[in-house]
């Protein structure tokens, strides 16, 4: 099932993968199924949606697409977008995610896509992963069809994830405390997950889980990537069981914390298009403030916008990136909403939000510290995190 908002004047297409976690044993889909039912069942979808973020038709909420061709598909596969298998005697669950990609491409070849010039294949969180895992079988799909003149494209937002050592290791017994490998591990075997065959190759059998983590697939992906990531994503923090809640965060979470904004900048330093902000947030490309977020001055919108002109560009004589243009935007201050223009954070008990000095402090961050390590005046240093700096 899918929805589609159709724009006949336009040749662009914007194919979004919801996100929602996933669920890779009996145990926690029987859970899933029981408490977030609409992830695992179309039953109780609604009618119609609101595109919202990159899927609004509001040229004020979405500067650059609001006139493509929108397409939202929801996401009941609990798979990452990576399963293809049907329900069968050993499971009382299907997942199917690779193939509803495929078939709803094959129905909106008749609703137009087929005259298509650029097709966007977008997603947040695992509908993120799934991008990374689908983009380049989309492109084989629609070639094979013959339809050679689309580009196809991948926009993966808060769907990068790290299969680094957790803060505090837990066993595999739910979702939430799981950690990343081994979720996937589970889960590629319970779903029957397939991932790209150009990634597959570089690793042994049965190390195919590697391919869910972008840093690892990306170099292998033909079609052109633009990558979305908070520094300090909190889907990551979460799998890394650093929790952050009313409790100020001890020294430990706290190195761990700015060590994984550290590890995350390092494997995008390679990405060609990149829009990385040091924030404590997860997901983006959906909400309607993605455009107030901006690094080293340029918003997620304008940065997409000078990817597009790139690529346009490019094709036409491989000239150097556009000027003023920039395309591979990555945060380098050190820590947590150290970036002006982050998403406001609520205190999680009181709702009350909480300014950039409000947060660190609440954080458990030794100003006069931090300012030594920063060989800065604290006072400077409070100076620099309140200003627009």
């Known amino acids: 099932s899918y929805y589609l908002k159709e724009s006949k004047g336009s040749r662009r297409w914007l194919l979004f993968l919801e996100g929602g976690w996933y669920c890779f044993n009996r145990e926690n889909c029987d859970t899933r199924y029981d408490t977030m ?63 509803i990609i495929q078939e709803v491409i094959k129905e909106l070849v008749g609703k137009g896509l087929s005259t298509a010039k650029v097709l966007l294949l977008a997603g947040s969180s695992a509908g993120g992963t799934g991008v990374l895992l689908n983009v380049d079988r989309v492109a084989e799909q629609l070639e094979e069809m013959g339809y050679q003149g689309i580009q196809v494209r991948g926009l993966a937002d808060s769907g990068w994830f790290l299969d680094n050592k957790q803060y505090r290791r837990t066993d595999c017994i739910d979702t939430i405390t799981c950690a990343p490998t081994e979720a996937i591990r589970r889960g590629i075997r319970y779903w029957n997950g397939i991932v790209p065959e150009r990634c597959k190759l570089q690793f042994k059998e049965g ?143 009181t709702g009350q939000e909480m300014n950039v000095i409000q947060f660190l402090m609440h954080m458990g961050f030794d100003v006069q510290k931090m300012a030594q390590q920063q060989g800065l005046e604290p006072s400077k240093l409070l100076g620099m995190l309140s200003s627009d700096n």
């Not at 929801?74 to 005697?89: H, L, Q, T």
């Not at 889980?209 to 990558?227: D, E, M």
Request: net charge neutral; proline share 7%.
């Open 37 to 99: 039912r609409r992830l695992m069942s179309s039953r109780d979808w609604p009618a119609t949606r609101v595109g919202t973020g990159i899927l609004s038709s509001q040229p004020e909420e979405n500067p650059h697409w609001w006139n493509a061709n929108m397409v939202f598909i929801p996401y009941c596969s609990s798979d990452v977008w990576s399963g293809a298998s049907s329900k069968s005697e050993k499971s009382e669950y299907a997942f199917m995610g690779a193939l």
């Open 207 to 349: 190390e195919e889980w590697n391919c869910f983590f972008g840093y690892k697939i990306y170099p292998t992906l033909r079609c052109p990537v633009f990558v979305v990531q908070w520094l300090f994503d909190e889907a990551q923090l979460t799998v890394d069981n650093v929790h952050i809640t009313g409790q100020p965060v001890q020294e430990g979470q706290w190195l761990y914390i700015q060590n994984l904004g550290r590890e995350l900048r390092n494997t995008l330093k390679d990405v060609t298009a990149s829009f990385a902000p040091a924030c404590l947030s997860h997901e983006i490309i959906t909400r309607n403030h993605w455009t107030d977020i901006q690094v080293k001055g340029t918003s997620l919108p304008r940065a997409l916008h000078c990817w597009d002109r790139s690529l346009h560009e490019s094709n036409k004589n491989g000239k150097a990136p556009l000027k003023g243009c920039p395309i591979h935007l990555i945060d380098s201050c050190p820590w947590p909403h150290c970036n002006p223009s982050c998403p406001t954070i609520r205190d999680q008990f």
